[in-house]
């Protein structure tokens, strides 16, 4: 059973850099996460004040050419290695992530250290990277589901925490090559680098093949980041699609946090399984939208419960008014025991599932390192839901889901009326 | 290693249904991919003729309520099991997939043969089920990307077999739920039908549970479904998008044809990886676009070369031309020794990935029946790759892609001009 054969390891290089790896020895793949402390937010540092858009140009900009290799043929150094890979900014990190059979797990990370480390910065790669930064805006703007989520985490989290990585097009269409490479150089540091494997390796041989990979890396000084609040609260979008979107937000306890399994249980007994409450009030009871879901998002000592629905525009504000009493709901009255059973049941079944694929576990070994410094195993994630009760979680509802805090944003037609249930 | 201690198990019931399963000693998930000869393409037969929309409103209705339970109390059966599922038809198959800790597979099972034996069919839940299915055309509006390819292959596929599985709106709205009933009765039958289950399972029980489970289900005559031809092979649907959704289609040769994998082999060296060819002519060189690809598809007796591209308006032309282009020179000049490794590492390297996983492989054994009668081990994929040459694609490629059969759609505020190159 991968669960309890499985080796964790973990080793800080001098430099900063976190190696967290897991021997899984039932699989022939291996995969890797590199997550950077560069994703968007560190846009907005003091020192760089770069436009929006630029983590994720700069992640782009580096995959194109690294040290020995030029832009083409770094992605058939890739392809020949049978690496499927991606490079992408979100909000807090930039990751850099890749998965390939065991036997090629050495010489694709040889790869990303170079583009770690030694990119070629071409400055005629720029203008094809700002067109297809546009290119990603304009359809962003074609799925009004997924920028509704962007702009209400850029009302919800106190700036800049969240910030959308795609940027905005002025600022792309404005941002220099210098600016990129200023950024780069504060933001793609080995300190507080996290780097994740997980599949068909061996661990003496991969600590030092990345000690010698990553070993010349040379630390920065962090970038300061100055948090200030964001907003409004109540917000609308006006745009003339098919759909309204609603989406929430409330706070939620961080990952680190005794409060973290009963946030992690409210939120999906909301709306993170098909019986959960959302679904059957919304979807099955009134048939009124196509997609609702509650989800639980973490940022380092911050949580937040997210909530988003797609509905007609004639079915919208009943949607709006059943998320909100089902909000309420959650906080006044609590969970019953079989919710209970039945969110647990789901949530044990997909860390099985996440446990047996080689990509996910190491981008899951990188994100306990972050929220953690530590890696949770499977068994002790298993024995914390076990532990949970009813009352733990309508405790937690009760002090946490104060609707005040709510931050709500809609996308469509016309405008909703916001009505707090009482 | 999974993919030599794998062993595969077949197994015929008397009325027709086909177990196809493989046992994963190293995961403890288990999956099953249940398909039914009642996708889109169904709709139309000379028996039946129900409205476009009906075999996804069928999937949706089965769900809600079977068996000895009601719409909620089967939702909640299943997320008490901890089941991941998804009911969905597509053109040929009408799909149910699940996955699960092994110990629950048996339960689950025992779930979805209700859904397809014995499904509730309650008029009252018609109405929301169509509310839902006329969002997710709505939906479809707002995602031109996904749009466009559903109407390609409505043009490119003799009729039925390019019916998009959302139906219309007008045929939606008018269906009633008596020819619902008629279309699940024809459609959800054993005899041509097929179930994939993959991981951690004992065949015995597994072969005896599956007959004591789906043994009843009683076969029904094939509907008769009557080829017709489809077209235009050159349109333009306008729209007021942001981008230029530019879509084609070509025949390629079928699954069991010893074509096959010189025809795999000729649409990834076009598009299926990032360094091919489409990538780098139309995004690397020209940062024309940000999203393109070629893939091949398959149908019984019939496969295609798809490729697409999401480009700006101002681009959108050059992004036409340069892809014909890209068509021509395949065929007329073939492939290198070196394109053709490349693809060989990716195709094994996701080959080796997918084997990992119990949910891709049971819906791959269930894919491997339907096209072969019989499933591929993993080392006569990787046998087959390591044959080819690049004499072997080229001669396919000279052969088949003609121009003449390309069907090209478009779709966004202008069309474009369609210049064949010569």
Redesign the interface.
């Known amino acids: 059973?991968?669960?309890s054969s499985a080796t964790i390891h973990q080793h800080e290089y001098p430099n900063g850099l976190v190696l967290v790896a897991e021997e899984m020895?039932?699989?022939?793949?291996a995969a890797f996460t590199l997550l950077l402390p560069a994703g968007a937010a560190y846009e907005a540092a003091e020192e760089l004040k770069v436009g929006g858009g630029a983590a994720s140009m700069v992640c782009e900009w580096i995959a194109r050419g690294a040290g020995t290799r030029d832009?083409?043929a770094m992605?058939?150094a890739?392809?020949?290695?049978?690496?499927?890979?991606s490079e992408s900014a979100q909000t807090v990190h930039a990751s850099l992530a890749a998965?390939?059979?065991g036997a090629?797990l050495i010489p694709a990370l040889e790869l990303f250290a170079d583009m770690a480390i030694r990119p070629r910065l071409d400055d005629r790669e720029v203008?094809?990277?700002r067109?297809?930064a546009?290119?990603?805006l304009?359809?962003l703007?074609?799925?009004?589901?997924s920028k509704v989520i962007y702009e209400l985490r850029q009302r919800h989290f106190p700036s800049p925490w969240g910030r959308p990585s795609p940027g905005s097009a002025d600022e792309v269409a404005r941002t220099t090559p210098n600016e990129l490479r200023t950024f780069r150089r504060a933001a793609h540091r080995p300190n507080g680098a996290i780097l994740g494997v997980a599949g068909d390796l061996d661990w003496p041989r991969l600590r030092d093949e990345v000690g010698r990979l990553f070993g010349e890396w040379a630390a920065q000084p962090e970038p300061t980041l100055v948090e200030r609040p964001s907003g409004p609260r109540v917000d609308h979008i006006n745009r003339e699609?098919?759909?309204i979107q609603i989406a929430m937000a409330l706070p939620a306890a961080p990952v680190a946090s005794d409060d973290y399994y009963p946030a992690r249980a409210a939120a999906a007994i909301l709306g993170g399984?098909?019986?959960?409450r959302l679904?059957?009030e919304v979807?099955?009871k009134?048939?009124?939208?196509?997609?609702v879901y509650a989800s639980y998002e973490a940022q380092l000592g911050r949580g937040a419960m997210i909530c988003h629905a797609?509905?007609?525009v004639e079915?919208a504000q009943e949607t709006l008014d059943v998320m909100l009493a089902e909000l309420r709901r959650l906080g006044e009255k609590g969970v019953g025991a079989?919710e209970l059973?039945?969110m647990r049941?789901?949530?044990?079944?997909?860390l099985?599932?996440a446990q047996?694929?080689?990509?996910s576990r190491s981008s899951a070994l990188a994100a306990d390192w972050y929220f953690l410094g530590r890696v949770r195993p499977l068994t002790e994630i298993a024995a914390a839901l076990d532990a949970l009760t009813p009352e733990m979680v309508a405790d937690y509802a009760r002090r946490s889901l104060n609707l005040d805090d709510l931050t709500i944003l809609t996308l469509g037609p016309n405008p909703l009326t916001v009505r707090l249930p009482g």
């Open positions: 059973m991968p669960a020895p039932s699989v022939r793949s832009s083409r992605l058939e890739l392809d020949d290695l049978g690496v499927g890979h998965a390939t059979i090629n203008e094809p990277i067109a297809l546009l290119q990603t304009r359809s703007d074609d799925d009004p589901a699609t098919q759909q399984y098909s019986s959960a679904f059957t979807r099955e009134r048939g009124l939208c196509y997609s797609g509905t007609s079915r079989e059973d039945t049941a789901g949530l044990k079944s997909s099985i599932m047996e694929s080689s990509m």
